[in-house]
């Protein structure tokens, strides 16, 4: 976990975030945070992240704005709901980090293993590239275990979604194929 040491510059902070993100998520009030800890105590993945549930928390209520969007904190989570099922004031932090991937995207902080894989499921319709002899060694070990086949991907249908959705603007491949099409 890397040290929060750094000095943020007053003019950088984003004041009026808190409160835009809290009427985002309708009495899902990140303003009754305590920073009690209880959801970075129990989190199962806080060990890897830059920035703790709890310090995610406080620095949204800080307006760090940029610091939340940017950390590999929002990525790493599982969504296991842990930290919102423990949360003594119910402060819905599952929800917050969704909205906040959300936010992320749309300003262009969504990790390269991301695209990566949104890019697959774009041109592929799978995360993992499955074509070929690959496709084919998948469905022999589904039938050995019982399995149907994997049908092949609606692939039109899923790049429709991701288009409409408005996910293709975080792709290198989305742009140009939406383009092309």
Request: aromatic letters at 4%.
């Given at each position: 976990m890397e040290n929060s040491?750094?000095?943020?510059?007053v003019n950088d902070l984003q004041l009026d975030f808190r409160h835009e993100l809290s009427a985002m998520i309708n009495g899902k009030s990140l303003l009754n945070c305590i920073q009690c800890g209880v959801?970075?105590?129990?989190?199962?993945?806080?060990?890897w992240m830059d920035l703790q549930p709890h310090l995610v928390v406080s620095s949204?209520?800080?307006g760090m704005k940029e610091r939340i969007l940017s950390s590999r904190a929002i990525w790493m989570c599982s969504i296991c709901h842990r930290c919102?099922?423990?949360?003594?004031?119910s402060v819905d932090y599952s929800f917050l980090l969704t909205l906040?991937?959300?936010?992320a995207i749309?300003?262009?902080h969504a990790p390269p293993e991301y695209t990566a894989d949104l890019e697959n499921v774009f041109s592929a319709g799978f995360a993992l590239p499955l074509h070929g002899s690959m496709?084919?060694?998948?469905?022999?070990?589904?039938?050995?275990?019982?399995?149907?086949e994997l049908a092949p991907a609606d692939v039109e249908s899923i790049r429709s979604i991701i288009q409409v959705t408005g996910l293709d603007r975080c792709m290198n491949?989305?742009?140009?194929?939406s383009n092309v099409e």
């Amino acid at each position: 976990m890397e040290n929060s040491q750094e000095l943020i510059n007053v003019n950088d902070l984003q004041l009026d975030f808190r409160h835009e993100l809290s009427a985002m998520i309708n009495g899902k009030s990140l303003l009754n945070c305590i920073q009690c800890g209880v959801c970075s105590s129990g989190c199962t993945v806080s060990e890897w992240m830059d920035l703790q549930p709890h310090l995610v928390v406080s620095s949204l209520l800080l307006g760090m704005k940029e610091r939340i969007l940017s950390s590999r904190a929002i990525w790493m989570c599982s969504i296991c709901h842990r930290c919102t099922e423990r949360c003594p004031k119910s402060v819905d932090y599952s929800f917050l980090l969704t909205l906040l991937r959300n936010l992320a995207i749309e300003e262009g902080h969504a990790p390269p293993e991301y695209t990566a894989d949104l890019e697959n499921v774009f041109s592929a319709g799978f995360a993992l590239p499955l074509h070929g002899s690959m496709f084919k060694s998948v469905n022999r070990r589904r039938e050995r275990n019982g399995l149907p086949e994997l049908a092949p991907a609606d692939v039109e249908s899923i790049r429709s979604i991701i288009q409409v959705t408005g996910l293709d603007r975080c792709m290198n491949k989305g742009d140009e194929q939406s383009n092309v099409e």
